[in-house]
């Protein structure tokens, strides 16, 4: 899967951009704050309806203008499509080949992509929260009809929290409150089997890279820790099948529903549920160095690109300032593993070194917005 | 609408037009500019039609359902089954599964379902009254047929959990099962819909 041209118009700093790329690795080479990550973003945009630093479509949009846009030619599958989305500070419009998509879960899976980014380090310091967006964002692209499913559980969810708020706990409450169950476990079920079963692949293939990383002198663990009647697995742990989930789900639900009165949320389901990484055998959120941490989050990212990876199809690549941090050999390992995957769309400032290590690129300046190739 | 200043009735008949299901700016000014163009004589039947909707048409006081008798046809027919009640979310749903012809027995309009986050409950849908119904006819088997979206599927489950309690000897079924998961009823083709209500299973 690769973009063959990339057209961004009033998006963050960038006004207008058309870029023609190459399959291969494409170097964004400029000083900070030129537009850099910008662009990144509006690739991952196009791919998830999502940015990892806001959630706000206005901040999105070149200030002074009201409507930004970005469209994608890519080739997959040996045909060629268009992809687009336009929006406003209101809503966001997704086109595929010029038809509009009705839903935003419809994206998923149309163009793959995995962001590797400074903010990955979140996933150790963001807490639950962060983890289980980072799953659920791998997981939804590997598996598209999952948006549908995760948008529909935490619709389920805000009906039931918001009787629990304004309840009293009489009968008639209580009944009302228990409606909603059948449709929480029929739902969180899924979420729960297929985000345990995602998180168990993800970090074995993990702990494969932290171990290469770390010249096999750490190892690297993970526990998928549910809410609901302290079930936990970890690699080689069987997640029980569905039925038997429904049934931990449904008693969770009752166990939890006198706290569920009480402080008016809903205790049990996987929209508490956690991601616990080890480093031999010690906490990773607590216990990890500066070091550690972008070395787990790196091989983190790597192990979702392979899963993501169909028969040579692998995901579009984009990688935003993680190696100026890394010392050169390492950095050569990463660079020669990314860049071998497909398309790559790296970000470097002007005095990096490292940059000499990647071959056969496309070189691209970026400043102030404005994106050229250059030549040589 | 800007560019109408001169054509205020115009204006008016596309924003009403506009405020319809399904019917955007685009569809609004193409019918509005189409019905301009229409004989006096068509127009006014229209508009009587239209304007005669309020006094006509009114919900069956037993059922809920759209009629212009009351009771409606359906609740005054004695060649129907009325030991079954089939309990569905809009008039039109009734429509869609009248049309498949298999189902002979009574209807009850909740003319809604359950969604705290829109301030609806149980008092803002038709439930207190389907639960009368329940307590005075020789009812026997009652029929969840709400739409298998989230609400539809809550709305069926809280419904099954007020009756069983009651002790009623009434069969309580559902019988979305067979439709697609967060489909419509009234958008559901009548093979699909007979073959789901014949499919009915007890909740
Ligand atoms: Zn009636």
Redesign the interface.
């Given at each position: 899967m690769h973009i063959h041209q990339l057209r961004i118009q009033n998006f963050r700093n960038i006004r207008e951009a058309s870029l023609d790329l190459t399959p291969g690795v494409q170097l964004l080479i400029g000083r900070n704050a030129q537009g850099k990550t910008s662009l990144l973003e509006a690739v991952y945009l196009l791919a998830t309806a999502t940015s990892h630093r806001t959630h706000n479509n206005r901040e999105l949009i070149t200030q002074g203008e009201t409507t930004a846009f970005i469209e994608a030619e890519f080739d997959r599958d040996g045909s060629r499509h268009r992809l687009s989305t336009g929006f406003d500070s209101k809503e966001r419009r997704f086109r595929i080949d010029e038809k509009p998509l009705k839903r935003v879960s419809d994206l998923y899976g149309i163009l793959k992509a995995v962001f590797f980014s400074p903010e990955d380090l979140e996933f150790l310091s963001g807490g639950p929260i962060a983890r289980r967006r980072t799953m659920d964002l791998g997981l939804c692209q590997q598996n598209p009809p999952l948006v549908?499913v995760l948008l529909?559980y935490r619709?389920?969810l805000?009906?039931?929290n918001?009787?629990l708020r304004?309840a009293d706990a009489s009968i008639?409450t209580r009944?009302?409150v228990?409606?909603?169950?059948?449709?929480l476990i029929?739902l969180g079920t899924q979420i729960l089997s297929q985000r345990a079963d995602y998180t168990l692949k993800l970090v074995e293939k993990a702990s494969d890279y932290y171990a290469s990383i770390t010249g096999s002198r750490e190892n690297l663990a993970g526990v998928y820790r549910s809410s609901m009647t302290h079930l936990a697995w970890r690699k080689g742990g069987e997640i029980p099948d569905e039925k038997d989930l429904k049934r931990y789900f449904e008693i969770a639900l009752e166990e939890t529903v006198e706290k569920d009165f009480l402080y008016r949320q809903t205790h049990a389901g996987p929209h508490r549920d956690d991601i616990v990484l080890e480093v031999c055998g010690k906490s990773a959120e607590r216990y990890a160095s500066q070091g550690q941490r972008r070395s787990i989050v790196l091989a983190l990212k790597l192990a979702e690109r392979d899963l993501l990876t169909s028969p040579n199809d692998p995901p579009i690549l984009l990688v935003d300032d993680v190696t100026h941090e890394m010392d050169m050999r390492r950095c050569d390992r990463f660079l020669e593993n990314i860049c071998s995957s497909g398309q790559v769309f790296l970000t470097f400032t002007e005095t990096e070194s490292h940059r000499g290590l990647i071959k056969n690129a496309t070189e691209w300046h970026v400043q102030d917005g404005m994106i050229s190739r250059r030549s040589g | 609408m800007k560019g109408f200043q001169n054509l205020p009735t115009i204006e008016n008949l596309i924003t009403e037009l506009n405020r319809l299901p399904g019917i955007g700016p685009k569809s609004a000014t193409a019918l509005a500019y189409h019905l301009v163009h229409l004989p006096a004589e068509r127009l006014n039947r229209l508009a009587e039609t239209i304007s005669a909707i309020p006094g006509k048409i009114l919900n069956c006081s037993i059922c809920g359902n759209l009629t212009e008798e009351n009771p409606c046809r359906i609740c005054s027919d004695p060649g129907r089954d009325h030991t079954m009640i089939c309990v569905v979310e809009k008039p039109m749903d009734v429509l869609s599964i009248e049309r498949t012809g298999i189902y002979r027995g009574l209807y009850h309009v909740l003319g809604g379902v359950?969604?705290?986050?829109d301030g609806i409950?149980?008092a803002q849908i038709r439930i207190r009254e389907l639960l009368e119904r329940l307590k005075s006819a020789e009812v026997k088997e009652i029929i969840l047929a709400t739409n298998p979206s989230?609400?539809g599927?809550?709305?069926a489950?809280?419904l099954c959990?007020?009756i069983a309690p009651l002790d009623l000897g009434i069969t309580v079924t559902r019988f979305s099962r067979g439709l697609p998961v967060?489909g419509e009823l009234t958008y559901t083709d009548t093979e699909t819909l007979s073959l789901a209500l014949q499919s009915r299973k007890p909740f």
């Open positions: 549908r529909d619709k389920a805000k009906q039931r918001t009787l304004q008639t009944n009302l228990k409606a909603w169950n059948p449709e029929r | 359950l969604s705290p986050l409950g149980p989230i609400e599927e809550a709305t489950s809280y959990d007020t967060g």
